[in-house]
């Protein structure tokens, strides 16, 4: 492991709502192409965590480092140009749209044709050739003409992903993608998943334990904003406070 | 099938002149045109960015006011046409600075665009060594580009008609865009489009200071109209009216600010002369909009439209295409 480089790296990162310490002197480091899955209950602050990464939050403390670059200061808008990409544990799509749709204004995010007033977004064959390519990854370019308001829940996480993917993302990071799916859905974006390719490092955020664990290699678990356990796979699961925060024995 | 409609609908209006009987009419047309070319520039914020604004009869008058002035100040058409613009535009840049403050929607943005446009209206209304005050300014004539008077109501008509048709298109070209799709990607998960990578704010900034291009183009268009301006242009009630013009037509489509526009106006002008209460009518419409068709009336036109023709077409011959009803 030690050959590779650090991805993401997290240093005595801290955030409090009010009173409340959500994220507490956080220390995380991600080696380029790892699987990492960080577990914990309810309000552990995981997702706190991927915000505070995305810069959707500012923290009150700590550094966030991309690929050796402090971009703790760096606007949530340039993280994603310089290669984050995230899906959302509460789905946030653009519901009147076609997944096509969808799926073209997540590539246009990294492109600057988005500042362009006058040419016609329908005749980006290249874009929408990417989109539909995007779409295809995850199973959906059947579905590509369809407002996404009327696919199912399950196809609307794969939407989510393949947003993702479009961006062409170093590092991505997952929030709960198998929340409110069922097991076959379950099954089908686990192998989605397992096919992305090394050099996307991967962060998944789970709170069901079980479905994600074939998939990690390092596993951390937070705890009330604490790092509690960080380690491989058997000797998280093994570990004392696992069990005893975790699985509530 | 589409062209077509657009051909015709096109022709009727160019030929307005020749059937309309009067200039009454031909003046009622006039103003549609230009109040349509208001709404349309409101609509890039209230229908495709999502931020309603109170506030644009403001910038109306500001491109109103400046020209008026320095025709008056013995100054040519293009330099007061020009000039007027770059402070309408000017202006707009404030406001989007002051508005998109903070969350940048909401609320919060309504109330900033409320209170602008009072501080503008204020200025027209008190001090008087620049707008004259209550008594308003009076120009002396209209232009004549290219060497044709617009003088005559016709004339005037058929010049309002190709800003008109200029406001349009750009605003068919905007929506088909990708700043267009960028913008209204802002308006439905702003969140989530920064995290795409897109500059929310800068969206919005640029989306509010083209609406406000527009505004600025309906102002000068209202003032070489009237040949008048005064600070009833620039108050509250200008800039509501102007609002419900998009939101009755339809905020968030291409027809529905004209649509909207062609409502008003008419109710103002002609209902007026037959109803007394004109105003009460007005408002009876707006409720029966807001009750019947909440997305306003063009889609919701086009909505009943479709259940209609889908009604009338046999159950099995639906089921036999294949084809899903209803969408």
């Known amino acids: 492991m030690s050959g590779r480089s650090t991805a993401l790296a997290v240093e005595g990162l801290t955030k409090s709502f009010g009173g409340l310490l959500v994220t507490a002197s956080v220390d995380l480091a991600v080696e380029e192409g790892e699987r990492r899955l960080i577990i914990g209950p309810n309000g552990a602050g995981k ?26 200061r760096v606007p949530g808008r340039q993280r994603a140009h310089l290669g984050i990409s995230r899906t959302y544990q509460i789905i946030t799509l653009f519901p009147r749209e076609t997944l096509l749709r969808n799926v073209t204004l997540s590539l246009l995010g990294r492109s600057p044709l988005r500042w362009s007033p006058l040419a016609r977004l329908e005749r980006q064959t290249a874009l929408l050739g990417r989109a539909r390519e995007a779409l295809a990854r995850v199973g959906l370019e059947h579905l590509a003409e369809r407002p996404l308001s009327q696919t199912s829940y399950g196809e609307r996480r794969r939407v989510e992903i393949a947003m993702a993917l479009a961006q062409d993302p170093r590092i991505l990071l997952l929030d709960e993608p198998f929340a409110g799916l069922s097991i076959e859905e379950r099954r089908d974006v686990l192998h989605l998943v397992a096919r992305i390719p090394r050099d996307v490092t991967i962060v998944m955020i789970e709170h069901d334990m079980d479905v994600a664990l074939d998939f990690a ?30 699985l509530g024995e | 099938m589409r062209r077509l409609a657009l051909a015709a609908a096109l022709l009727i209006l ?52 400046t020209a008026a ?17 770059a402070l309408t535009l000017a202006a707009a840049a404030l406001f989007a600075t002051l508005a998109l403050r903070g969350s940048g929607s909401g609320i919060g943005f309504v109330m900033i665009t409320l209170a602008i446009g009072q501080i503008v209206w204020g200025v027209a209304y008190r001090w008087i060594s620049i707008t004259n005050g209550d008594n308003g300014i009076s120009i002396g004539a209209r232009p004549s580009p290219l060497g044709l008077s617009l003088a005559s109501p016709a004339h005037f008509y058929w010049a309002t008609l190709v800003v008109f048709l200029a406001a349009l298109g750009s605003m068919a070209i905007l929506v088909a865009s990708p700043f267009g799709a960028s913008l209204r990607g802002t308006r439905d998960q702003p969140r989530r489009m920064a995290a795409l990578g897109y500059h929310v704010w800068m969206i919005r900034f640029l989306a509010f200071l083209l609406s406000g291009l527009w505004s600025g183009v309906a102002g000068l268009l209202f003032l070489y109209y009237n040949q008048f301006v005064s600070p ?4 509250l009630t200008a800039s509501a009216e102007a609002l419900l013009m998009v939101i009755s037509g339809g905020s968030g489509t291409l027809l529905g600010p004209v649509v909207g526009a062609a409502l008003v106006v008419v109710m103002k002008n002609v209902a007026s002369a037959y109803i007394e209460r004109w105003n009460f009518a007005l408002g009876a419409i707006f409720v029966a909009i807001v009750v019947f068709m909440p997305e306003g009336l063009v889609p919701g036109a086009t909505r009943l439209w479709r259940r209609a023709i889908l009604q009338g077409t046999p159950r099995a011959a639906v089921a036999a295409s294949g084809e899903r009803p209803a969408r």
């Open chain 1, 47 to 72: 997702t706190t965590l991927f915000n505070l990464v995305t810069g959707e939050l500012r923290p009150d403390g700590g550094t966030v480092t991309l690929f050796g670059r402090d971009i703790t």
């Open chain 1, 217 to 246: 290699e390092r596993i951390t678990v937070l705890h009330f904003g604490h790092v509690v356990v960080e380690g491989t796979r058997s000797e998280v699961v093994a570990h004392p406070r696992t069990r005893e925060i975790y």
């Open chain 2, 14 to 65: 160019a030929a307005l002149p020749l059937w309309a009987s009067g200039t009454f009419y031909i003046n009622i047309g006039s103003q549609i045109l230009l109040y349509a070319v208001l709404a349309l520039g409101i609509n890039i914020l209230v229908g495709y960015a999502g931020l309603v604004s109170l506030g644009h009869a403001g910038l109306l008058g500001i491109a109103a006011y």
């Open chain 2, 69 to 85: 002035r320095l025709l008056n100040g013995g100054h040519g058409h293009l330099v007061a046409v020009a000039l007027a613009l």
């Open chain 2, 232 to 235: 009833q242009a620039v108050a």
